[in-house]
């Protein structure tokens, strides 16, 4: 027999193609693999916001002055304050922040501009809803800044001097501070998890429990052949959602893709292998497939709070952090935000990719040793 | 050159399996099983019959004891037993999420089938266990008996030397079982050695040979007639309570 005739009826390809088949048929799964990637870009690019910017805004001008209207004008541009009206008065603004209609309100009182001229600090007020300090803390540092801007350019008005310091800010990698940017590579990873340990472990497991595993033991596909067949299928699935969800990122979040995707792609490989050998591993604890899915999601959880997806590491306390590097997505996440949205390369990544390659031999190494012994 | 085919299907010497915790399924076992024969299994739950079946496959390994199987001996080729092989278990290791046609395919192929022959081969079984209007439907919509027919030809396709049934026809009803073993004397008539086990003791009247296990241990051995001779009991029936009566009591 030559080696193409070897390769062409090798026992891995009818396991494979059995795989895809099982696939296309079973709806939950299908809905995991399409629905889920599509449900993560969503909610995590769209409706989970961590930058709260356009705080509909309403103004209580009591000095109505060119200088009142240059403010207001300063704090709009800003981008954190949306103007949606004036009020008349302290119970008006109130009543305006109460319902709803505005989360904030600039106040410039009746001596505002005459302040100004005569050299003394002109006061004026911002009130922000802050009842979650998330999203008002960026509002409230932008107010900040521009009044500290404003100021600056009146007194360089006023003395005909530049001003003393001019504090340039570059947001690098994400100029335009949109968390999408941050989150949709994250999303990526998470997917792999899901499909890698969810969708792999409750496979195998139902293979088990239906007596087909037992079935195709007594065949002679051989070990190898058994488990190539029944996890590369998932691996082929995975690079298939990480090409869309890249795709669709960039076509709808205009995520950057600056750095090299063959690289992505290669450095994928061991996030992969380690994921797949946790899958493994819980499909040889779980004893049927409501127990496959539960130790996966207990697994998954952590992962999604601790590995710095929407959350960031550093403002974590200290055991926190620990545990995320236990976790292989924390360096995942690092190799997909560093290629795509930095564009550095294997010199800056070589950290990650070191720690992710240990956690795959481990993984697998450990997981395939059990799953051969289950199998015997 | 293939070497010329033993003359025995399965012999066992001594075998033995002792299961994590001390529990000892099979004890002492000899036996020994012609090519050709219809072979049945009898004994309560619990007796060892599967775990006999499991050993002899290959899915669990012997304690003690040797085993061989068309030939080869079942620790060290294992592989070379599994291509000469068929088995069906009780639970029957079909896919309920494919079609007839591609749960036929599926085994085929894994047992190393392709091209024209195995789509000729795969027509043929169609055919003949009256599958072919079926082709497209889930197994997991078939009936019990033809689940059963399904899995028969999943273990057959590749036609096996040897044919091992664990229980193959619990829980289907009386017109199937009669079908199922029409089909597997067409079987054991083109030389296939079969090993069956069973609870129906009209089953068990089918075999040529038959072997009493109880309690990990052989009890009993030789053909209907032989056996009822031996123990002076009109029907399999009794031979098989009184037995289990006597085992019972010399354990007690």
């Known amino acids: 027999m030559n080696f193409i005739t070897r390769i062409r009826e090798a026992r891995f390809w009818p396991m494979l193609w059995k795989e895809f088949i099982q696939m296309r048929r079973d709806r939950l799964t299908l809905l995991m693999m399409t629905g889920l990637p599509a449900i ?9 916001q961590t930058d709260v910017r356009h705080l509909k805004t309403v103004v209580l001008d009591e000095s109505r002055t060119a200088e009142s209207r240059a403010l207001v004008a300063v704090m709009t541009n800003t981008g ?12 008006a603004l109130r009543d305006a922040i109460e319902s709803g209609v505005a989360s904030a309100a600039l106040v410039i009182p009746p001596d505002y501009e005459r302040n100004i001229k005569r050299g003394r600090t002109a006061e004026a007020q911002i009130i922000v809803d802050a009842a979650d300090p998330q999203s008002s803390s960026s509002a409230i540092s932008g107010a900040q800044l521009a009044a500290l801007a404003r100021g600056a350019t009146i007194v360089a008005e006023r003395y005909r001097a530049p001003p003393p310091i001019d504090m340039r800010v570059r947001p690098w990698y994400n100029p335009e501070q949109r968390s999408a940017v941050f989150i949709v590579p994250g999303v990526i990873g998470i997917l792999l998890t899901i499909t890698m340990i969810l969708i792999t472990s409750t496979a195998i497991v139902r293979e088990r429990e239906r007596g087909t595993l037992e079935q195709l033991i007594v ?8 488990m190539l067949g029944k996890l590369v299928p998932f691996v082929l699935v995975g690079y298939v959602q990480m090409t869309v969800v890249m795709a669709l990122g960039k076509l709808i979040f205009r995520i950057p893709t600056v750095g090299s995707i063959p690289l992505l792609y290669l450095l994928t490989v061991p996030f992969i292998v380690g994921s797949l050998g ?13 127990q496959a899915m539960q130790f996966s999601f207990f697994f998954m959880l952590p992962n ?7 959350f960031p590491r550093v403002a974590m306390p200290l055991p926190a952090q620990w545990i995320g590097l236990l976790l292989p997505l924390t360096f995942y996440l690092n190799i997909l935000r560093g290629i795509l949205l930095k564009g550095i390369g294997i010199g800056q990544l070589w950290r990650p990719t070191l720690a992710l390659t240990v956690f795959a031999v481990v993984l697998f190494v450990v997981s395939v040793r059990r799953f051969s012994k289950t199998i015997e | 050159m293939p070497s010329a085919p033993p003359a025995e299907a399965v012999v066992t010497e001594g075998l033995r399996k002792v299961f994590q915790g001390g529990l000892v399924a099979v004890d002492h076992l000899d036996l020994t099983i012609h090519r050709g024969e219809v072979f049945g299994l009898l004994g309560p739950n619990g007796s060892g019959k599967t775990t006999t079946i499991r050993m002899l496959c290959g899915l669990l ?3 003690a004891g040797r085993a061989a199987v068309v030939g080869h001996d079942v620790e060290r080729e294992p592989e070379l037993i599994r291509t000469k092989i068929g088995y069906m278990s009780q639970r ?12 036929l395919r599926f085994y085929a192929t894994v047992y190393g089938l392709h091209g024209r022959l195995r789509a000729e081969r795969l027509e043929k079984h169609m055919d003949e266990i009256g599958l072919s209007s079926m082709r497209t439907q889930l197994a997991g919509t078939l009936s019990g008996g033809w689940k059963q027919r399904l899995a028969l030809a999943c273990a057959t396709a590749h036609e096996p030397e040897m044919l091992f049934l664990d229980e193959p026809t619990a829980g289907v009803d009386p017109a199937a079982r009669r079908a199922f073993w029409k089909s597997i004397y067409e079987l054991a008539a083109h030389g296939t050695t079969i090993l069956v086990t069973t609870h129906y003791m009209d089953e068990a009247e089918r075999c040529q040979r038959l072997a009493f296990l109880s309690r990990g241990h052989l009890i009993g051995l030789g053909t209907v007639q032989e056996i009822l001779a031996q123990f002076k009991q009109p029907t399999i029936e009794d031979v098989f309570i009184e037995l289990q009566r006597r085992d019972e009591g010399a354990a007690a």
Request: proline share 5%.
């Open chain 1, 40 to 48: 993560q870009l969503v909610l995590f690019g769209y409706a989970i």
């Open chain 1, 80 to 91: 954190s304050f949306d103007l949606v009206g004036a009020v008349a008065d302290r119970t």
């Open chain 1, 219 to 226: 065949t002679p596909i051989g070990k190898p052949s058994l």
């Open chain 1, 278 to 290: 946790v899958g493994l591993l819980i499909s040889t604890i779980a004893r049927n497939q409501v």
């Open chain 1, 304 to 310: 999604i709070l601790l590995s710095g997806y929407v």
């Open chain 2, 61 to 63: 390994m012997p304690t």
């Open chain 2, 92 to 103: 029957y290791g079909l896919y309920d999420d494919l079609t007839v046609y591609e749960n």
